[in-house]
């Protein structure tokens, strides 16, 4: 009784596909925005945005690429990291001025880009380097393209500790995000104000979940998911697997970049490529839709929000209400994600999302109980 659908009635074809067709989904997805957009960045403190708020939404947009590509299209992944470097040492690059050099001169520099666009064409940059790391998914799949992926992930790092170029050849041989506005309103530095990284982050999060969402709901998100069912037989229908796959493997690594970029840019501010985008990096993304549900858009949400809350809640029980020694803690964690991944894997297959929708269903008719 909760959860209404009596009298929500389809008179047109607009209607019945919209995104949210209950009226009671759509009144709670307007007040959540309401919530984010209007609310938050008037009561939120420095500690909140960068502990709880930023990772959530950069995560937020890491795992609903590879989303996309693990979930929907059935191609496993284990580069995200990689992938998230590139997006960061792009936007670097177009935030400090891209120079070509060809024999010793300089050909040509291209101007400064504003955070925005730097951004954007980090995601862009990714994606054109994802589809290259994409092109072995056409002769192989499963356990030997997770290593074709890793072996992407291990190249990226090196490629951007051993060519100085990325990094302005800096002596730290890390990057720093140097102090940029938008429209007057610093977003980068540490002068940035807490709300003004947050509505940043923001507006790339609900963005990319519009896309992913339409997407997969749309005539691409069919292909990659007859893909991911059976390639073969995707095949005989007249899905075309070259551009299927390679299609998933761009637009997941435009939103991993995306995320990358924002990662280095408004929430680090410096970065080195090993501590930053380390394989850890990868395991975590990958972990954050495991938990959250494969194939679900509102399950890369979760896994994001789960795995960041947990380290902020067991710091806080543990460590001050408990008293328990740090690293007591940041090994618990790692139990605690760990069990919770093969639980999920035997128990719940489809994760968090999963649950909603249970959870949904059990609402439908409460309190009765059938």
Request: include cysteine; proline fraction near 4%; charge should be neutral.
């Amino acid at each position: 009784m909760f959860y209404r659908e009596a009298g929500d009635f389809s008179t047109t074809y607009a209607q019945d596909q919209q995104t949210f067709p209950i009226k009671f989904d759509r009144y709670r997805y307007y007040l959540v925005l309401f919530i984010a957009i209007v609310v938050v960045p008037f009561v939120v403190n420095d500690y909140w945005v960068n502990s709880l708020l930023l990772p959530f939404l950069i995560y937020a947009i890491a795992a609903i690429g590879l989303n996309i590509l693990v979930g929907y299209c059935g191609q496993v992944s284990l580069g995200t990291g990689g992938f998230m470097a590139v997006g960061a040492y792009s936007c670097y690059k177009f935030m400090t001025g891209v120079d070509i050099w060809w024999g010793g001169e300089l050909l040509f520099r291209l101007p400064e880009f504003n955070i925005f666009f730097s951004v954007i064409m980090g995601g862009v940059m990714t994606a054109l380097v994802g589809v290259l790391f994409g092109l072995p998914s056409l002769r192989i799949k499963g356990f030997y393209l997770a290593v074709a992926t890793l072996a992407a992930q291990f190249f990226l790092v090196w490629l951007f500790n051993r060519v100085s170029w990325f990094y302005n050849y800096s002596a730290s041989g890390q990057i720093n995000a140097p102090e940029r506005d938008l429209m007057g309103i610093l977003i980068t530095g540490p002068s940035t104000e807490p709300w003004a990284a947050y509505l940043f982050c923001l507006f790339f999060t609900i963005v990319c979940a519009v896309i992913a969402r339409n997407l997969t709901r749309g005539a691409s998100g069919r292909k990659w998911m007859a893909i991911r069912d059976m390639d073969i037989a995707a095949e005989i229908i007249g899905v075309n697997p070259l551009k299927a796959k390679l299609t998933a493997f761009a637009v997941s690594s435009f939103f991993v970049g995306i995320s990358g970029a924002l990662f280095f840019s408004v929430y680090l501010g410096a970065v080195e490529v090993g501590e930053a985008f380390g394989i850890t990096k990868s395991f975590l993304v990958l972990f954050m839709i495991i938990i959250g549900g494969l194939g679900s858009i509102f399950g890369s949400f979760a896994g994001a929000a789960f795995l960041v809350l947990l380290p902020v809640a067991l710091k806080v029980v543990g460590v001050d209400w408990l008293g328990w020694p740090t690293d007591i803690v940041a090994h618990l964690q790692l139990v605690i994600v760990g069990g919770l991944i093969v639980i999920f894997l035997i128990a719940e297959p489809h994760g968090i999302a999963q649950l909603w929708r249970v959870a949904k269903e059990k609402l439908r008719l409460w309190p009765f109980p059938h």
